[in-house]
């Protein structure tokens, strides 16, 4: 799971059923440096279901690839992205900045 943060939402103008019930979120996944800095530019953009209501600059858990579609089992959804929580808040110690670099 990575953090990500929230810059916008995807609108469809063509609507699929098995998109319904949630929302598709651009998302962009932060660095531990990022978080810190606070500047989240300069990394990847992804599209993530969110069916939790997460809006504009939240932060949230971020689960991918295979294990992105597993919360709708039996009927899977066509996700590579999935927001499987919104943090309150994210707490970093100077000994996560030390390690890292």
Do not use: C
């Amino acid at each position: 799971m990575r953090i990500a943060e929230v810059i916008g939402t995807v609108t469809l103008n063509r609507w699929h059923p098995s998109f319904s019930g949630a929302r598709l979120k651009l998302v962009q996944p932060l660095t531990l440096q990022q978080m810190v800095n606070e500047k989240p530019e300069g990394t990847e953009i992804l599209v993530a279901w969110d069916e939790l209501g997460a809006h504009l600059g939240h932060r949230i858990g971020l689960s991918e690839g295979p294990e992105a579609a597993q919360p709708f089992r039996p009927q899977i959804k066509p996700v590579d992205a999935y927001n499987a929580v919104i943090f309150d808040q994210v707490d970093i110690s100077i000994s996560d900045l030390e390690r890292d670099g």
